[in-house]
């Protein structure tokens, strides 16, 4: 008898630029870092590549539409939180349609702020990659005890 794999959950998170600023959304009415800024995210639904689901999210979320060619996967985090996920961060500057929130239920804020001087209250894991993006580096783990 095989013993039982280990699963993983996987979200996706979106570095969306204008000029030298991203985009941020302040998390409301979620349970999870509400008042803190992220970034367009969401998980992977199954049976979608990561250029598919941040496709999705995007349209959900703020209401624009990505091209996957548009799209570059610029880090992946290998993060322990609650539970263990593996986290994809992608990147463009290039939408079409008009941002606005779609999703107000679950953010109360939409707005630009420099890559270097991103809001005090990122989400932690958010900030580091936001680091690791402007370093040029693709990888890295985040809340494991001995990292």
Not at 7 to 25: M, N, P, R, W
């Amino acid at each position: 008898m095989s013993a039982a794999r280990h699963t993983i959950l996987s979200a996706v998170h979106l570095f969306l630029q204008k000029d030298e600023d991203i985009l941020f959304l302040r998390r409301y009415n979620t349970g999870y870092e509400d008042g803190s800024f992220s970034v367009v995210a969401g998980h992977l639904d199954g049976g979608e590549t990561i250029k598919t689901a941040m496709i999705r999210e995007a349209e959900e979320e703020v209401g624009i539409t990505i091209q996957p060619e548009d799209l570059a996967v610029i880090g992946v985090m290998h993060r322990l939180s609650e539970d263990e996920r593996i986290d994809w961060f992608l990147h463009t500057s290039k939408w079409e349609g008009e941002i606005s929130n779609r999703e107000p239920h679950k953010c109360d804020l939409l707005e630009w702020f420099p890559l270097e001087q991103p809001p005090e209250n990122v989400i932690p894991y958010i900030q580091r990659a936001l680091k690791n993006f402007r370093e040029n580096s693709w990888f890295d783990s985040f809340g494991f005890p001995d990292v």
